[in-house]
């Protein structure tokens, strides 16, 4: 709970909400799994991995996929390769737990960041907005 309170702040939520989003971390521990850059027990950088299922195919029932979201390094902790090193470390996991793929919702600026850490555009991803 003392890490997931570091992880809020990271984020920059609120103290008021701390204890909220600890609740929130705990329930969703099967599916959303957070990649913790740490010095000397500081939380610099997190990177969360969520594992969700696609409906069973004719030939597989498991069919789990990852969506990489909440990527974040602390500012001065920037440009030394800790991002490159999360990403790195949520697809290790991606492939040892046999996920068909991991998606990305890159935030503007972190486009070219995604693309030099494996991850490709891709013509048949498709996307709805609301108005
Ligand atoms: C995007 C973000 C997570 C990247 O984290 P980071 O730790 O700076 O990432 P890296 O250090 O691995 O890579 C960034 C740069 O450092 C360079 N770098 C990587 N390893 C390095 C090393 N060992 N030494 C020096 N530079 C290095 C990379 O080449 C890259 O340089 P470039 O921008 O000139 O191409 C970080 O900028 C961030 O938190 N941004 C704000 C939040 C955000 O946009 N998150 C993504 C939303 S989806």
Redesign the pocket.
């Known amino acids: 709970m003392a890490e997931a309170a570091a992880l809020a702040e990271l984020r920059g939520i609120e103290s008021d909400n701390f204890s909220a989003y600890a609740e929130w971390v705990a329930a969703h521990a099967e599916t959303h799994l957070p990649f913790v850059a740490e010095i000397d027990g500081y939380v610099i ?1 997190v ?1 969360w991995l969520h594992v969700a299922e696609r409906v069973p195919g004719t030939n597989a029932l498991d069919r789990r996929y990852g969506d ?8 001065a ?11 790195a470390a949520i697809l290790d996991e991606a492939r040892a737990r046999g996920l068909l793929f991991v998606t ?4 503007r ?2 486009v ?3 693309l ?2 494996g991850f490709t555009h891709h013509r048949q991803l498709m996307l709805w907005e609301p108005a």
């Open positions: 950088g990177a990489v979201q909440s990527v974040e390094v602390r500012e902790y920037r440009d030394r390769g800790i991002g490159t090193a999360l990403m990305v919702h890159s935030g600026r972190a070219d960041f995604y030099r850490n």
